[in-house]
């Protein structure tokens, strides 16, 4: 099976200073979509929305977005922008003495999916609801996560490979929360899978 190889455009290539802090919390639209636009990004219409609605979740928990980041978010909203399967929502619960459990909503052509699951960990609950919600039965192969930017409040890269229907499925997602960007992740990858007629 072909492997799939993600590449992140580096701001310092077009000439500017990586990690140089650009938005924030009070930034508007039109600032956003400015900087985008500096950035190399032509980002319009419903990407544009997308885009939009991930920064504002993004900046409340991080406070200061900087080129980093924005590269990561866009990158990411662009290639899941024709995704079937559109994560709307994750909730997690869990610590020493309590079980792990994950509830996903998943939006597909209109409608929308809930489950919630228990695993062995958050990541582990969260693909299995999942796998609930879309009536699925993968198995998640490889799991990496990397900080796109330094510090506690970093942007977060998780790369998964998921096996389903005898097949592996790359997938990738981005959040400040790795457990958030995983699920993104095994979602990009079902996603994937769906398009080469593994999943439905």
């Not at 929502?89 to 919630?116: C, D, K, M, Q």
């Not at 228990?118 to 990541?123: F, T």
């Not at 039965?137 to 990397?146: D, K, N």
């Not at 506690?152 to 592996?168: C, I, N, P, Y």
Request: hydrophobic share 40%; aromatic share 6%; charged share 25%.
């Amino acid at each position: 099976m072909e492997r799939t190889t993600y590449e992140i455009m580096d701001a310092t290539s077009v000439g500017w200073e990586s990690n140089r802090i650009v938005l924030g919390k009070h930034s508007g639209r039109h600032a956003f979509a400015k900087t985008l636009a500096d950035l190399g990004f032509e980002v319009v219409g419903e990407d544009l929305n997308r885009a939009w609605a991930r920064f504002r979740e993004l900046v409340d928990r991080k406070i200061e977005m900087t080129e980093d980041d924005l590269v990561a978010l866009v990158s990411d909203e662009i290639a899941s922008s024709e995704d079937a399967y559109q994560l709307e929502s994750i909730h997690v619960a869990g610590g020493s003495h309590l079980s792990p459990t994950a509830t996903v909503r998943i939006r597909r052509n209109g409608e929308t999916y809930e489950e919630s699951a228990m695993g062995d960990g958050m990541i582990d609950a969260a693909c299995g609801a999942i796998q609930r919600a879309l009536g699925l039965e993968c198995r998640l192969v490889s799991f990496h996560v990397g900080a796109v930017t330094p510090g506690t409040d970093a942007v977060g890269e998780v790369t998964v490979q998921v096996e389903l229907a005898g097949d592996r499925f790359p997938g990738r997602g981005v959040s400040t929360d790795v457990v958030e960007g995983a699920a993104r992740a095994f979602l990009n990858a079902v996603n994937r899978a769906a398009r080469a007629g593994a999943a439905k």
